[in-house]
């Protein structure tokens, strides 16, 4: 199959950049590709196929209630719209016609409100729901929440990720607390998280993952929850969800991804540092260059390996550095996010010892084409 690369001409990736979605975001198992290949193979009574999965899934989880959908953002707006159309059948399709009358804010502290490849506002307005933003860029906490809360607010959402601001702000458990208190439920988007059990014990209504993220499923979401609301998410696709519907294949390959996920062990801490420490000592030879451990900023069990560049004596930006990375014949992708510090990451999870020999050379070469200029 390596020639799809040569058949349309694409790139091989080093991806040492964690789930990403611009680059595929993970590569499934076998098992899962079988269960994928089964799905696409038959045919199936889909509204059985769509209630039994999420049944089994729910006894996997301990939830109530669990619907396999297209991806997490679709996740993210059926479940807005799931909050808003309930059982109401005339909104179901017509739920853009014309301006809402019932409750449809989603209150969102103002520090969840980002963009994660596309932004959580969009896909509340998909869901037709209007953002409203509590607290401050730096903080929320429950008072703030709770004073953004309305007769209007359809929900409260709370977004679970790396992509968020951290401090100063509330915890799930307490948003879960105001949600109560003004009775209206809570939405809680974990796209990218590991524990599939914490956000519906805290209290949450609604929780949603990314398929192909940490579960490692094909492209897919889910939505796990309590009964009547998952039921609600369900009715949307015969509305908004119809655009963003999931397959029979999606369906199968992530309840075996999710059973796989829960039944297998995973990397410790410990073994990422093993498979990082000759990588890193590599690095420690390259002048310019300073690497060391880093654990990952959001508190999940993710070790990374942290490249501090000094950009005088690397002769270039760190930015650069990195487009120089990518734009090579084999396209290598760090995480970013700090670049502007003069830092990198790199996430080992999906990258073979072999390919991190070739991450040094690259950046060796890299930096002495750089040192020369
Ligand atoms: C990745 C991500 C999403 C979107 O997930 P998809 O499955 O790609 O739609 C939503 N929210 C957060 C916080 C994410 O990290």
Redesign the pocket.
Known sequence: MSSMYEKYGLKPVINASG?M?ILG?STPSDDVAETVRYGLRHYFEMKDLVDKTGAYIARLLEVENAVVV???????AQSVAAVIVKDNEWLLENLHAEPLTVPHDIVTPKGHN?N???P?GT?VQLGGGRLVEAGYANECSAAQLSAAVTPQTAAILY??????VQKSHLSVAQAAAVAREHQVPLIV????EEDLHCYYRDGADLV??????ALEGP???LVIGRRQYVEWVKRQSAGIGRAMKVGKEGILGLTQAIENYLSQRRPSSAEMVAKMTPFIDGLNQLPGVQASVVWDAAGRDIARTEIRLDERVIGQSTAALVQALKAGDVAIYFRGYKANEGKVEVDVRSVTPDQLETIVDRLRAVIAGGARA
Request: some cysteine; aromatic content about 6%; charged content about 10%.
């Open positions: 789930r979605t975001v297209s991806c997490a953002s679709a996740g993210i980002v994660f490849g596309a959580v896909m977004i679970k990720s790396h992509h968020c988007d974990a796209a990218a949603i993952y990314s398929g192909a993220k492209t897919s979401g």
